[in-house]
């Protein structure tokens, strides 16, 4: 079955930077479109950046300039690199793939932006 399993988060100060990863089982990876979201207390789960399968990638504008999300295929793994953190970026993150309307999800890694 489809697998999607996170890792990276913490805790990190304002300005810090993480490097979240999501590595994907049971599926082709390659052909899926990736994407990271977000979900903060008490707020609707929301779009933070994706990349297609051809590496075409689309940014919410609040992360644009900090964030990048990349793909390895040969390693069926997504990553996004969070730089210049802001206590707003805190929230659980989750790991999406999505290929012909079927829709995945990872069970989510905490980031918290805290001095």
């Known amino acids: 079955q489809v697998q999607l399993v996170e890792s990276g988060g913490g805790l990190v100060q304002p300005g810090g930077s993480l490097r979240l990863s999501c590595v994907a089982s049971g599926i082709t990876f390659r052909i899926y479109t990736m994407a990271w979201y977000r979900q903060a207390s008490g707020k609707q789960r929301e779009l933070v950046a994706v990349?297609?399968?051809?590496?075409?990638?689309n940014y919410a504008d609040s992360v644009k300039g900090r964030f990048t999300i990349s793909r390895d295929n040969a390693k069926n793994t997504v990553s996004l690199q969070m730089n210049s953190l802001k206590p707003e970026d805190t929230a659980v993150y989750y790991c999406?793939?999505?290929?012909?309307?079927?829709?995945?999800w990872g069970q989510g890694t905490q980031v918290t932006v805290s001095s």
């Open positions: 999406n793939a999505e290929f012909g309307g079927s829709s995945n």
């Open positions: 990349i297609s399968r051809s590496g075409n990638t």
